[in-house]
């Protein structure tokens, strides 16, 4: 089978099968995005504005936080509605969400995403192992 190349420049596969809605890399945040993102995660239930978040991170100009939530919008992590001219975002998902994508991206970047996933868990603390376990237990119900 010959390597399909993803035209998405961020795509991380090694062997790409997403096909032309390749969403590879999107998952990963600036600096500022995840600022903005923290605002959104911190209150999941939120429906902000831009001037709320600016507000929020006052050492940003407003319209670079426009252009962070129009870009976080584009990537689906922020939702977006408007109501009288006045566009109002909210977090599509949690912050555990958005870490569980990260991880399944990861996996996903290697040939043997086996030996990724042992040598990340035996580098876990014992809690966080007891966490896992718990987790694979309720998954297979």
């Known amino acids: 089978m010959a390597t399909s190349v993803c035209a998405n420049p961020k795509c991380t ?3 790409c099968t997403c096909g032309p809605s390749c969403r590879c890399g999107m998952m ?12 959104f ?26 252009t962070i939530l129009d870009r976080l919008a584009k ?19 949690t912050r555990a969400v958005h870490i569980a994508l990260l991880m399944r991206e990861a996996l996903d970047s290697t040939r043997d995403p086996g030996a990724a996933l ?12 007891a966490d896992l376990r718990r987790a694979l237990e309720d998954a297979a119900g």
């Open 13 to 15: 596969c090694v062997e």
């Open 75 to 93: 990537k689906e992590l922020l939702t977006r509605r408007s109501e009288a001219k006045i566009i109002h975002y909210g977090a599509a998902d």
């Open 28 to 39: 990963r945040l600036g600096s500022l995005e995840r600022k903005v993102m923290e605002v």
């Open 118 to 129: 042992a040598c990340f868990v035996q580098r876990l603390p014992e809690a966080i192992q």
């Open 41 to 66: 995660w911190d209150d999941p239930t939120a429906e902000l504005t831009g001037r709320a978040v600016a507000d929020q991170l006052p050492d940003y100009a407003y319209t670079t936080i426009a």
